[in-house]
């Protein structure tokens, strides 16, 4: 009996030293480490152009916002490249952003830039959205826009934003308003051209695709950032802007240097990134 009791003993020492270990090992588990995350050339769409990079950094959670960057080339041209070195500078300033940089399908002859290209961003919006847990990501988002990139990000985050998502848009020498004089009346052969890139649209058309026109008292804290000497956009297309969110009561803030043209370096380029990257720490 002695001895009986003695296994017994011994064994419930056991049993309770392997139980006080494993409460022992639960408590000094490490914390899951998310991995960054980098997929190139993602496919959203059977066009060659229809496809995205996108950047998430380690630790994230499911509070990560995401940065869209969308290029320029008069819709008819330019590549996500183009964006590397705003997509370099975000991710060297503020780590914990998740970037998208996307190409889009390019307009041509039959095939105009509104609303084809507002739908492959929605197309890519709702991709990163719907796979959100996945990414362990939030679906918060902002934009920045290169000319015509920009005028998209503009016309996207005004008219085409039904999830209340976009939190923050900046447009670098977007178009805003095609109903413009500066634009609708002139003889320059360049702002020709773009209504010949829309279909010779009628004016209504053109309103719907003009940001100016899209605004709302609800549209998102808007920056902008425009050149006086630009040959591309009229300095109305700014300035306009400006004072139509100001009558909306929409947040923004607006940038003019009057001797730039379409696009700048040197301190005016810093002054531009400083102030993006302000932005970004106040509404992202």
């Known amino acids: 009996m002695k001895i009986l009791k003695k296994l017994f003993y011994l064994a419930f020492i056991g049993v309770l030293f392997l139980s006080c270990s494993n409460e022992d090992s639960e408590i000094n588990l490490e914390p899951e480490i998310i991995e960054a995350y980098e997929a190139l050339d993602v496919s959203y769409g059977s066009d060659s152009n229809q496809v995205f990079d996108i950047y998430l950094p380690e630790n994230?959670?499911?509070?990560?916002?995401v940065l869209f960057l969308v290029h320029g080339g008069s819709w008819i041209g330019g590549d996500?490249?183009?964006?590397?070195?705003?997509?370099?500078?975000?991710?060297?300033?503020?780590?914990?952003?998740?970037?998208?940089?996307?190409?889009y399908t390019l307009a041509g002859v039959n095939s105009p830039p509104v609303p084809m290209q507002t739908n492959d961003i929605s197309a890519v919006v709702n991709y990163i959205?719907?796979?959100?847990?996945?990414?362990?990501?939030s679906d918060d988002i902002g934009f920045i826009g290169l000319s015509?990139?920009?005028?998209?990000?503009?016309?996207?985050?005004?008219?085409?934003?039904?999830?209340?998502?976009?939190?923050?848009?900046?447009?670098?020498?977007g178009p805003t308003n095609f109903t413009d004089p500066a634009y609708?009346?002139?003889?320059?052969?360049?702002?020709?051209?773009?209504?010949?890139?829309?279909?010779?649209?009628s004016i209504s058309f053109l309103e719907s695709a003009s940001p100016y026109h899209t605004a709302t008292a609800t549209?998102?804290?808007?920056?902008?950032?425009?050149?006086?000497?630009?040959?591309?956009?009229?300095?109305s297309q700014g300035i306009d802007l400006d004072s139509r969110l100001t009558t909306l009561g929409v947040t923004h803030e607006f940038t003019f240097y009057e001797e730039e043209g379409h696009g700048w370096f040197g301190q005016n380029l810093t002054d531009t990134f400083d102030k993006i990257s302000n932005y970004i720490n106040q509404y992202l």
């Open 60 to 65: 994230r959670t499911e509070n990560t916002k």
């Open 80 to 103: 996500k490249e183009d964006m590397n070195g705003v997509r370099d500078y975000v991710m060297q300033n503020h780590p914990s952003l998740g970037i998208v940089n996307i190409n």
């Open 129 to 137: 959205s719907s796979n959100k847990t996945s990414l362990v990501i």
């Open 148 to 173: 015509a990139g920009a005028h998209l990000s503009l016309l996207w985050s005004y008219a085409n934003d039904t999830n209340n998502q976009v939190d923050m848009v900046c447009s670098i020498v």
């Open 184 to 201: 609708y009346n002139s003889t320059n052969p360049t702002f020709q051209s773009m209504y010949f890139l829309f279909g010779n649209p």
């Open 219 to 235: 549209s998102p804290p808007t920056l902008l950032f425009y050149g006086g000497q630009d040959p591309l956009v009229p300095n």
